[in-house]
């Protein structure tokens, strides 16, 4: 489990946990499920492209993903940021079937760009990815106060001179970062997953942000750890357990802030002579 092929998908499923759990964190945070969700399943159209003519994938990723970014970005000012995300994310899943279509590798391609090779990341990948993902980290660490404030409280934010459309522009350019290097190994699909369930669960075991922040990069980390341990010794699919774990550390963390507020409510409760 710990030797041969097994040792690059360990280091490359800990960046992609690592980074996941912090993106996602403030995607769950700002409500940028949709965007989040669009711009990897998108992208995979980019990679599909720079297939077809003999591209590495993530130069067609890092292009389609970059440019969904800045144009959901840019016309969600002008428009209603649901639609434009959808007809973003529509118009690259056509191109991405258009481009698969005329590929000799049509169904190994579909099933490597939406549901990732972890188990199949060469030495050579694993450069490239920790790169991107230190260039997402930075990223977050030097928008942190930014993002923060413009996620709880935009007016405030607007108030003291921050612009929340350029921030959000600056984000989805981050999350198009994360997809870049993380659709190769976890899939379009699978992202999605890593980005919105640890986050989630670890928004519902506290509210104190910087905890929370660290405790959906620990759940995300347990999730993709599970989720290999669990593959190798069942061969089942790597995409199947990373699911199911995020959505069980989901459920917990909805049971366990249903008991908490109960159990605040009934401290609260006025005694009765």
Do not use: K
Request: aromatic fraction near 10%; proline fraction near 4%.
């Amino acid at each position: 489990m710990f030797s041969g092929f097994m040792v690059n998908a360990w280091l490359i499923g800990t960046i992609v946990a690592v980074v996941a759990g912090i993106v996602g964190f403030f995607v769950v945070l700002r409500g940028a499920a949709f965007p989040a969700h669009a711009i990897p399943n998108g992208a995979f159209a980019g990679a599909a492209g720079a297939n077809l003519i003999g591209l590495n994938p993530l130069i067609g990723l890092g292009v389609f993903s970059l440019g969904a970014a800045l144009g959901i970005g840019r016309l969600a000012r002008r428009g209603r940021a649901d639609a434009v995300t959808a007809l973003a994310l529509v118009m690259m899943l056509a191109l991405g079937a258009a481009f698969l279509s005329q590929s000799t590798e049509y169904e190994p391609e579909i099933f490597s760009l939406l549901f990732g090779e972890i188990l199949g990341v060469s030495r050579g990948q694993l450069v490239p990815v920790a790169v991107l993902a230190l260039v997402c980290v930075v990223a977050i660490g030097v928008l942190y106060r930014r993002l923060l404030l413009t996620s709880i409280a935009p007016e405030v934010a607007a108030a003291v001179g921050l612009n929340p459309a350029r921030i959000e522009t600056m984000f989805l350019v981050v999350i198009a970062c994360a997809t870049t290097m993380t659709v190769p190994v976890v899939g379009a699909l699978l992202i999605f997953t890593l980005m919105i369930g640890p986050p989630a669960a670890a928004r519902s075991f506290t509210d104190r942000t910087a905890l929370a922040l660290w405790s959906s990069v620990a759940i995300a980390l347990v999730t993709v750890w599970v989720a290999l341990a669990c593959s190798y010794q069942t061969n089942w699919p790597v995409g199947f357990f990373v699911s199911v774990v995020s959505a069980a550390f989901f459920v917990a963390g909805r049971v366990y802030a249903w008991w908490r507020h109960s159990r605040a409510t009934t401290d609260r409760a006025p005694l009765v002579a």
